[in-house]
């Protein structure tokens, strides 16, 4: 997109003078070599980008050197990210290879250079954003530097963007209010995000940007003026603490602004908190908190305060790694004022996130907030179940840009799950053996709902049973990544294994058929669309697939060859323009819910005993009796022991598919304390509505203050069995509820 014109004599000074501004912007204090090195990279730019321009006429090398300065100033990197901001286009744009980047400078640098050509080279604004924002997650934790030059070039190219169609632009903007600028809020980068969204406001509201951005112009002067009559009381008594500190009173964002006016639906003139009061301390670290929470009590001696506006961020940083104390106090004029106490180093993080936060490294537990974060992105990118891109997108959205909530392992460690996450989630968070066997949880000392909301502050214990296992409705109760995923991998095993059987129920009728099983499976897989062989096999074991389909072609040289329509009978009906008959055998939804010997039982006659009423999700087996085919029971049917040892060969193994269909009946004694005619709304109640069971039968009988009941009720399986039962025993005036056996 570069225009090509050579570079003037006067050009050339203004490209120096950026560059020496752009050294001046480094804080840290740079090493001798890397010196050479950053001149090294700036002299390559120059000479590659030489004939180019941008769109708006100036010399192209301004652009990665504004970048590198964002870089250095506003992210605070160092030198290694300054370089790569400097080469960031080369490759991409000029004629220099990566070969001859790698032989400068180095294979680190080399490597961060490809990573950023290459979220550019497949970068495309016509695919899917979901797609595009998979390759920027995934650069992110190869090197968090990749994205950070990434979101630098950005933000240069959105300051400059005038130049650009304005349908270009509104793409530019929608992309990075989606993209850009929730990572730059995940990773900190305070600053960043606001210019982001007031960058993308101007372009997509451009009236509104304006005419806010005025009224902020025009009540300047009225601010600042109460702003210091705030201030003033206040100064003479943090002098008294002896520590130097700093007060900035800053303008809210014109987009946080336009936000409130939008959701709140007020005028601009009716916003009192357009400005926030921040009071920096430079302390040491062992002083901070104290030290914090003492112009906390000076503040709120000299204006009063509004105690739930309190928040903590010291105690419990956020996990982006923010800390400060918030809190809002009532000023001149009873006006609401928001204040921020925190310090220096506080300060530096909130800024500059995440680049500020690794020269903190080693302080406080920090480093596991953001470490915690990164392995809760690898867990979803490793999770190869997610080749639905946009499966990925909300997966991640959900999972790294939502709020918190905090708590805690029954020995007081505090664990970080996003909001929304349930008591399942954080079994899978500790260990996912504790999450693939978590049988039932307690919150506070109560046992739950596996999908019970988690709240701030819950103490969580997870009990498991080694032959409990995740199966499909597990996916509706959990919200994180990380249990997503182990329980899409666990149920994608399962049916591989159940698959097994299907393979070999097929590999016996091939070779009855004498067809060649190789050849055989992938005429199936193509006839009948499918995408890979275990979905064949797993389907042949659900009776998904059923194998009478081989009917429909006869057998050539060990190979299937599908049967030819009777030609006559298929010009007779495209003459009279009918479709093919539906092939609705194919993909039947499976009637049959259970296997009896691997086979589904609808092949024979058979029905539930009534004796066990058994659900899906029993243990059961099957019984040949001697009029009434097959009876399925629960292996610890009353009844079972007797039938096993008399009449062990009528005996015959059955399991259930995991399909939902039909419901099954159970039966529930429930007892409890008669206290007064709410006992049975509250149970109906909580069944029909709460739990959304239809109820069948429900008998109550009461003595001496004590009631036993019995309720027929249709579950779909074992699981939502066990919901329903632990959801009645923690009713108020409940002692206990059991299946009837
Ligand atoms: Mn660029």
């Known amino acids: 997109m570069a225009i090509t014109k050579p570079i003037e004599q006067e050009e050339k000074l203004l490209i120096q003078k950026a560059y020496r501004r752009m050294v001046r912007s480094i804080k840290s204090e740079v090493h001798p070599e890397d010196k050479v090195n950053i001149r090294k990279a700036y002299e390559m730019a120059v000479s590659a980008h030489a004939n180019q321009r941008r769109k708006s006429g100036e010399p192209y090398v301004m652009h990665p050197i504004e970048v590198s300065r964002i870089c250095a100033r506003e992210i605070g990197l160092g030198p290694t990210a300054i370089i790569c901001a400097l080469l960031h286009d080369v490759v991409e744009d000029t004629p220099v290879t990566l070969e001859e980047i790698q032989e400068e400078f180095g294979e680190k640098i080399a490597k961060i250079v490809d990573g950023l050509t290459k979220l550019d080279g497949t970068y495309s604004y016509n695919s899917p954003q979901a797609e595009n924002f998979k390759k920027v997650v995934s650069t992110l934790i190869e090197d968090v530097r990749v994205v950070l030059i990434k979101m630098a070039d950005r933000l240069h190219n959105l300051r400059t963007i005038g130049s650009m169609p304005h349908e270009k632009q509104l793409k530019i903007a929608a992309e990075t209010n989606y993209i850009y600028s929730p990572l730059a809020h995940r990773l900190g980068l305070y600053n960043m995000r606001v210019e982001f969204q007031d960058l993308c406001m101007r372009i997509t509201d451009p009236d509104a940007y304006r005419e806010i951005s005025e009224k902020l112009q025009q009540s300047k002067n009225e601010r600042s003026r109460y702003i210091q009559e705030f201030i003033r009381p206040l100064r003479k008594k943090l002098d008294q603490l002896g520590m130097p500190y700093r007060i900035t009173g800053r303008p809210k964002s014109i987009s946080s602004i336009w936000n409130k006016i939008k959701t709140k639906n007020v005028s601009f003139d009716e916003i009192y908190d357009l400005f926030a009061i921040r009071v920096i301390v430079d302390v040491p670290l062992d002083l901070e908190k104290n030290i914090c929470w003492q112009i906390y009590s000076i503040v709120t001696d000299v204006h009063p305060p509004i105690p739930e506006r309190l928040k903590d961020w010291i105690t419990t940083p956020k996990s982006n790694g923010y800390e400060s104390l918030h809190t809002t106090v009532i000023g001149p004029k009873g006006r609401y004022v928001e204040i921020q106490i925190r310090s220096e180093r506080m300060d530096e993080i909130a800024e500059r996130g995440f680049a500020a936060h690794w020269k903190y490294k080693g302080i406080k537990n920090q480093k596991n907030v953001y470490e915690m974060w990164l392995d809760n992105i690898r867990d979803i990118l490793e999770d190869e179940v997610h080749d639905d891109p946009v499966e990925f997108l909300s997966d991640f959205k959900t999972n790294l840009f939502k709020e918190e909530v905090y708590v805690y392992t029954p020995n007081g460690d505090m664990k970080i799950l996003p909001k929304g996450a349930t008591a399942l989630d954080f079994a899978f968070s500790i260990h996912t053996d504790l999450g693939y066997h978590a049988s039932a949880i307690k919150v506070n000392n109560k046992l739950v709902p596996m999908g019970y909301e988690l709240k701030n502050g819950d103490q969580i214990q997870v009990t498991t049973n080694k032959n409990q296992k995740p199966n499909d409705d597990w996916l509706k109760m959990v919200i994180t990544g990380k249990a997503k995923s182990k329980i899409r991998s666990s149920l994608k095993e399962e049916k591989r294994k159940k698959g097994e059987f299907g393979k070999e129920s097929l590999a016996r009728k091939f070779k009855n058929l004498k067809v060649d099983f190789d050849k055989g499976v992938e005429t199936l897989i193509r006839e009948y669309d499918y995408k890979n062989h275990p979905e064949l096999f797993y389907d042949i074991y659900t009776g998904e697939f059923d194998l009478s389909e081989l009917k429909k ?65 029993d243990p059961i087996f099957a019984f040949f009796t001697a009029g009434a085919g097959l009876k399925i029971h629960r292996t610890n049917c009353p009844n079972s022991t007797h039938l096993m040892a008399n009449y062990g060969y009528r005996v015959m193994k059955a399991e259930w598919v995991d399909k939902i269909g039909d419901s099954f009946q159970v039966n529930l004694i429930i007892t409890g304390v008669d206290d007064g005619p709410g006992v049975i709304e509250r149970l109906t109640n909580t069944v029909s509505s709460k739990l959304g069971l239809n109820i069948r039968a429900f008998s109550i009988e009461g003595t001496g203050g004590y009631f036993e009941g019995k309720m027929s009720v249709l579950v779909m399986n074992k699981n939502q069995m066990e919901l329903a039962i632990r959801t009645l025993k923690n009713l108020k005036g409940i002692s206990n509820v059991i299946r009837e056996s």
């Open 553 to 617: 072609f006869s057998i050539e040289n060990h190979q299937l060859i599908k049967k030819k329509e009777d030609q006559v009978q298929q010009l007779a009906r495209i003459e009279k323009g009918e479709k093919a008959p539906a092939d609705d055998s194919v993909h039947r939804s499976g009637q049959s819910k259970i296997l009896v010997n691997g086979e589904p039982a609808d092949q024979y006659e058979f029905s539930l005993a009534t004796c066990c009423n058994p659900v899906q999700g």
